[in-house]
């Protein structure tokens, strides 16, 4: 029946953290060793590094008091650092091993203070480099080493000779690990062999097996009770886990399958929970498996995506975590430039201010059972335990220095409790909050009902910050019946510059990796799989560097070539039923490669393009000629765009900088400023009605950044901007004018980023992001229209992946959905129909769109929406007369407040509606907060007063 029973922590999320939590100024390579390149203790973290050729290892902290990290360098050996590991007993001793073949044991400090110049001890057992190295878990002093091709066990007080050099294994050692007891210890090896010693007993394995399939890299752990966890490669390369009976090692009890990479999956494992992480070398991905000593043995439970591939992965100590809000485990992944902390919580309701025992039992503590020589003669302590409980948390040995309780990283230094959860899935901890506090602190309450005044003050802090109505929003792909399957051929090498495939409200093109630059045209009304015969096509005759549809005419799509022709194809109604060879119409005037297309968004047959030939170039397509040519630019043009009101052209370059056109008036820019230092691509659009310019590019160190521009003086540079993350690929910007949120993502990611735009500090207010199960080729999006105004969609985008085209749908949650949301549907611009002709505009008229309500006539404002009276309940005077309990009179005083709040003038049902349900507000606020709660409404609704409330 064991399979039937629900585990606690089959709910564990990971919360990655923001990147103002992340671990900077580091230095991270590809190294060739066993080791995991990264280690923790409950104070420090240890890293390899490549500068010095790999001789140096970083070390940071892992909660830092002031919410600031340090990273500094220690230089240990004169070859690459292999492998590393901190004392269980002892936060700031870390052994160290290298291919120079000498072990050195370091006691450090703090990263602001100077770090030993030399080591405690050096050990040089002279078999040459040596590529792990592994503290006992129950005995002081007491080393496992790995060489070559032997396990060596070391006693540090006899620095001579080893305690015992274990049997020679017959090809590299690849791997070892220590039982958790510390009776015995296995290995994994390149020749497939899986060994079990009791080093104790005999230098030869207690059990064997030839048990790997391949002889690529793997790795070994002590899982539960007497089972080994290994992950390698299988026969066909599919990276592995299998689960084994350490008795009997010639076949696996249990095994699951990874698919093919040539990353090595390293296994982390939380003995008190079973909780198992597996982060491949080069991967984003972290998987989170429970592991059970009976069956199902491995069970899935959670899948976490990350910003940048691994390099190495490390779990913090137990003693470390903040238990108050349900953090079960944390692990650091190490990336090219930074660490990332991943935090892993388990959602309860009272999350943030109680202990839940259940969760925690008590774990090995941090004084040693015993000396190396006691283990050695036979010795069978055990370390004794600890209690996780705040108040009970044994303080810090005599070595150590107290460490203050800081949150991990990401978000708020001012935010949230340590660990709870962000509005977004896969989205971050909180950075620095109070100091956790024991359940009983309160004075003469009961546990944790009231946060302290200046939990109060930074609650309130808080929530006077901006914050967006669209902070929960929720992209969900549509079911598999309106997907397009089966695409085949696709072009995955279009330029930068191009948006990879473009769509409207009837038709999806996408190029092909076809010869004669075929473009293949899927109607949206018949999704479904594609068959496997030969598509009719557009045959562009020459490779696609960019295409878009009309957006007045559903059926004329424009093509640039790598030609420098522009060529406009007018597809059938109904689809494409014949393959298309010849154009409508063909411009031609560039002289070199075209960058990409823009039509007008106001006037009908208006098109501009960029080229190599560093212009950009205006055409009449009622005339079919070309009538501007706009000079300025010093290199390559990244991006171009039209204001909303068709006025004005933006254009953003290689050369770093920023410009406008008015090219009615003028072929040279009327503005210029500087742009994004990166010379990997850029984006520009324009926003908030045309006063702001939104640029995507990169810095100098080549880390995606979002940029805001005044229309008025770009001179003056960016007005703000925002870093997210490094990635080869160009972030794609699309604006909905109607709510100011912004979507960006670039081919080739998984993640979509989200923010609402505003005129004023902080500019950007980031809301939750949505993430993709695959890497996508694209994004774009539908007309206003397509939006399901009943499920509070604000767009509706199709995704490109390799094989698909998928509608991809953007919700924001709100409670009665019976109701038209009038504050996040304003009327939208018809701009799907011209204002005015191509004519008309070149000389010189303007136009703007007509407006359209989206509200179905079934449906009633929000605004509008009648009001819930508040509804009082007196009580029979019986029960005034009982005795009550302190808990009794604290509800009915906070009943009487809320009460005399529902008096008060209504505020604007929308506001009322706005946001989550009751359910999720409590699961982030808490039912404990309510008082912080009180400050927050007098402030919302901009009263000249503000009321704060104090239990005593």
């Given at each position: 029946?064991?399979?039937?029973?629900?585990?606690?922590?089959?709910?564990?999320?990971?919360?990655v953290s923001k990147k103002d939590g992340w671990i900077n100024n580091v230095h991270a390579g590809s190294f060739s060793c066993q080791g995991n390149h990264i280690k923790a203790s409950s104070k420090l973290v240890a890293f390899n590094t490549d500068q010095a050729g790999g001789g140096m290892v970083g070390l940071t902290t892992v909660d830092p008091a002031d919410g600031q990290w340090t990273v500094t360098q220690i230089s240990c050996h004169s070859d690459l650092v292999t492998d590393m590991d901190f004392s269980p007993f002892d936060d700031s001793l870390l052994a160290t091993c290298s291919g120079d073949g000498t072990v050195k044991l370091w006691h450090l400090c703090d990263p602001e203070k100077e770090q030993p110049s030399s080591p405690d001890l050096t050990l040089q057992p002279g078999q040459g480099r040596l590529e792990l190295v592994h503290f006992h878990p129950t005995s002081s002093g007491l080393l496992a080493v790995g060489t070559t091709k032997a396990p060596l066990i070391w006693d540090t007080s006899k620095q001579d000779v080893p305690l015992a050099a274990l049997e020679q294994h017959s090809d590299q050692l690849q791997s070892l690990t220590w039982k958790r007891d510390g009776s015995l210890l296995a290995s994994s090896s390149k020749d497939k062999m899986l060994r079990v010693f009791d080093p104790r007993a005999q230098l030869t394995p207690v059990q064997s097996a030839k048990s790997l399939q391949s002889n690529k890299d793997s790795r070994i752990l002590w899982a539960k009770d007497e089972l080994l966890l290994t992950t390698g490669f299988d026969t066909m390369?599919?990276?592995?886990?299998?689960?084994?009976?350490?008795?009997?090692?010639?076949?696996?009890?249990?095994?699951?399958?990874?698919?093919?990479?040539?990353?090595?999956?390293?296994?982390?494992?939380?003995?008190?929970?079973?909780?198992?992480?597996?982060?491949?070398?080069?991967?984003?991905?972290?998987?989170?498996?429970?592991?059970?000593?009976?069956?199902?043995?491995?069970?899935?439970?959670?899948?976490?995506?990350?910003?940048?591939?691994?390099?190495?992965?490390?779990?913090?100590?137990?003693?470390?975590?903040?238990?108050?809000?349900?953090?079960?485990?944390?692990?650091?992944?190490?990336?090219?430039?930074?660490?990332?902390?991943?935090?892993?919580?388990?959602?309860?309701?009272?999350?943030?201010?109680?202990?839940?025992?259940?969760?925690?039992?008590?774990?090995?503590?941090?004084?040693?059972?015993?000396?190396?020589?006691?283990?050695?003669?036979?010795?069978?302590?055990?370390?004794?335990?600890?209690?996780?409980?705040?108040?009970?948390?044994?303080?810090?040995?005599?070595?150590?220095?107290?460490?203050?309780?800081?949150?991990?990283?990401?978000?708020?230094?001012?935010?949230?409790?340590?660990?709870?959860?962000?509005?977004?899935?896969?989205?971050?901890?909180?950075?620095?909050?109070?100091?956790?506090?024991?359940?009983?602190?309160?004075?003469?309450?009961?546990?944790?009902?009231?946060?302290?005044?200046?939990?109060?003050?930074?609650?309130?802090?808080?929530?006077?910050?901006?914050?967006?109505?669209?902070?929960?929003?929720?992209?969900?792909?549509?079911?598999?019946?309106?997907?397009?399957?089966?695409?085949?051929?696709?072009?995955?090498?279009?330029?930068?510059?191009?948006?990879?495939?473009?769509?409207?409200?009837?038709?999806?093109?996408?190029?092909?990796?076809?010869?004669?630059?075929?473009?293949?045209?899927?109607?949206?009304?018949?999704?479904?799989?594609?068959?496997?015969?030969?598509?009719?096509?557009?045959?562009?005759?020459?490779?696609?560097?960019?295409?878009?549809?009309?957006?007045?005419?559903?059926?004329?799509?424009?093509?640039?070539?790598?030609?420098?022709?522009?060529?406009?194809?007018?597809?059938?109604?109904?689809?494409?039923?014949?393959?298309?060879?010849?154009?409508?119409?063909?411009?031609?005037?560039?002289?070199?490669?075209?960058?990409?297309?823009?039509?007008?968004?106001?006037?009908?047959?208006?098109?501009?393009?960029?080229?190599?030939?560093?212009?950009?170039?205006?055409?009449?397509?009622?005339?079919?000629?070309?009538?501007?040519?706009?000079?300025?630019?010093?290199?390559?043009?990244?991006?171009?765009?039209?204001?909303?009101?068709?006025?004005?052209?933006?254009?953003?370059?290689?050369?770093?900088?920023?410009?406008?056109?008015?090219?009615?008036?003028?072929?040279?820019?009327?503005?210029?400023?500087?742009?994004?230092?990166?010379?990997?691509?850029?984006?520009?659009?324009?926003?908030?009605?045309?006063?702001?310019?939104?640029?995507?590019?990169?810095?100098?160190?080549?880390?995606?950044?979002?940029?805001?521009?005044?229309?008025?003086?770009?001179?003056?540079?960016?007005?703000?901007?925002?870093?997210?993350?490094?990635?080869?690929?160009?972030?794609?910007?699309?604006?909905?004018?109607?709510?100011?949120?912004?979507?960006?993502?670039?081919?080739?990611?998984?993640?979509?980023?989200?923010?609402?735009?505003?005129?004023?500090?902080?500019?950007?207010?980031?809301?939750?992001?949505?993430?993709?199960?695959?890497?996508?080729?694209?994004?774009?999006?539908?007309?206003?229209?397509?939006?399901?105004?009943?499920?509070?969609?604000?767009?509706?985008?199709?995704?490109?992946?390799?094989?698909?085209?998928?509608?991809?749908?953007?919700?924001?949650?709100?409670?009665?959905?019976?109701?038209?949301?009038?504050?996040?549907?304003?009327?939208?611009?018809?701009?799907?129909?011209?204002?005015?002709?191509?004519?008309?505009?070149?000389?010189?008229?303007?136009?703007?769109?007509?407006?359209?309500?989206?509200?179905?006539?079934?449906?009633?404002?929000?605004?509008?929406?009648?009001?819930?009276?508040?509804?009082?309940?007196?009580?029979?005077?019986?029960?005034?007369?009982?005795?009550?309990?302190?808990?009794?009179?604290?509800?009915?005083?906070?009943?009487?407040?809320?009460?005399?709040?529902?008096?008060?003038?209504?505020?604007?049902?929308?506001?009322?509606?706005?946001?989550?349900?009751?359910?999720?507000?409590?699961?982030?606020?808490?039912?404990?907060?309510?008082?912080?709660?009180?400050?927050?409404?007098?402030?919302?609704?901009?009263?000249?007063?503000?009321?704060?409330?104090?239990?005593?």
């Open positions: 029946m064991n399979r039937f029973k629900t585990s606690k922590f089959k709910n564990t999320t990971p919360k390369r599919n990276r592995e886990v299998r689960l084994w009976d350490s008795r009997k090692l010639s076949s696996s009890i249990s095994s699951l399958s990874f698919g093919t990479s040539s990353g090595m999956l390293v296994p982390l494992l939380d003995d008190d929970t079973g909780l198992l992480l597996l982060a491949g070398f080069g991967d984003t991905a972290v998987e989170c498996y429970e592991v059970s000593a009976s069956e199902p043995f491995l069970t899935q439970v959670s899948h976490c995506l990350t910003d940048a591939s691994t390099r190495g992965v490390a779990m913090v100590p137990k003693l470390a975590l903040d238990v108050l809000s349900c953090e079960v485990m944390r692990v650091l992944q190490l990336t090219d430039s930074c660490i990332v902390p991943i935090s892993y919580q388990v959602p309860r309701k009272n999350s943030g201010h109680e202990f839940h025992d259940d969760l925690y039992p008590d774990t090995v503590g941090t004084t040693p059972a015993m000396s190396a020589e006691e283990w050695w003669q036979g010795g069978k302590k055990q370390v004794g335990k600890v209690s996780l409980h705040p108040d009970k948390k044994p303080k810090p040995s005599a070595k150590q220095a107290p460490v203050k309780k800081e949150p991990p990283s990401g978000g708020n230094k001012e935010d949230q409790p340590r660990g709870s959860s962000s509005s977004s899935p896969i989205s971050t901890p909180s950075s620095s909050a109070a100091p956790s506090r024991s359940p009983s602190s309160t004075s003469g309450l009961s546990s944790g009902f009231l946060p302290s005044p200046s939990q109060n003050v930074k609650a309130i802090q808080n929530l006077m910050g901006p914050t967006s109505k669209f902070r929960h929003i929720q992209g969900a792909v549509m079911h598999r019946d309106k997907h397009i399957t089966n695409i085949r051929n696709l072009n995955l090498t279009t330029p930068g510059e191009c948006d990879g495939f473009c769509v409207n409200s009837q038709r999806v093109a996408v190029p092909l990796a076809i010869s004669g630059g075929q473009i293949a045209v899927f109607e949206r009304s018949g999704p479904g799989r594609q068959p496997d015969s030969a598509l009719p096509t557009i045959q562009n005759s020459v490779n696609v560097a960019d295409l878009s549809w009309d957006p007045f005419d559903t059926h004329r799509l424009a093509v640039a070539g790598d030609d420098a022709k522009i060529r406009l194809w007018q597809v059938p109604k109904g689809g494409l039923k014949d393959t298309l060879t010849e154009p409508e119409l063909v411009l031609q005037g560039h002289t070199e490669k075209i960058y990409s297309i823009k039509f007008h968004p106001l006037a009908s047959g208006v098109l501009v393009s960029s080229s190599y030939d560093l212009t950009v170039r205006l055409w009449n397509l009622e005339s079919g000629e070309q009538v501007k040519v706009l000079t300025g630019h010093q290199d390559q043009v990244f991006g171009i765009a039209w204001s909303p009101d068709g006025k004005l052209l933006a254009t953003v370059c290689k050369d770093a900088k920023v410009r406008i056109y008015d090219p009615r008036k003028s072929t040279s820019p009327v503005q210029e400023g500087p742009g994004p230092e990166g010379h990997r691509g850029a984006r520009v659009v324009w926003v908030l009605d045309g006063k702001y310019l939104l640029v995507s590019g990169f810095d100098s160190r080549s880390e995606r950044e979002l940029y805001l521009f005044s229309a008025d003086s770009l001179s003056s540079g960016p007005v703000a901007s925002t870093a997210l993350n490094v990635s080869p690929s160009t972030l794609i910007p699309f604006y909905d004018p109607d709510t100011s949120v912004v979507i960006l993502t670039g081919k080739g990611d998984t993640r979509v980023y989200i923010y609402e735009v505003v005129p004023e500090d902080p500019y950007f207010i980031e809301c939750s992001s949505f993430n993709s199960p695959e890497p996508h080729k694209g994004l774009a999006f539908l007309p206003k229209t397509e939006c399901n105004v009943r499920d509070v969609e604000i767009a509706v985008g199709m995704m490109l992946t390799k094989t698909t085209v998928e509608p991809v749908v953007f919700r924001v949650p709100r409670v009665k959905k019976e109701f038209f949301q009038d504050d996040v549907f304003p009327d939208t611009a018809v701009w799907w129909e011209p204002a005015l002709t191509a004519a008309a505009w070149l000389s010189g008229s303007n136009g703007q769109h007509k407006k359209l309500s989206l509200k179905p006539k079934d449906m009633t404002p929000v605004s509008e929406a009648p009001k819930e009276a508040p509804v009082r309940k007196y009580l029979p005077s019986s029960v005034y007369l009982e005795e009550k309990t302190d808990e009794q009179k604290k509800d009915e005083l906070l009943s009487a407040m809320v009460a005399k709040l529902g008096n008060m003038d209504d505020p604007l049902p929308q506001e009322s509606f706005e946001g989550v349900d009751e359910e999720e507000w409590v699961s982030k606020w808490g039912k404990k907060s309510i008082s912080s709660f009180f400050c927050y409404f007098f402030l919302k609704k901009g009263r000249s007063f503000i009321a704060v409330f104090f239990l005593t």
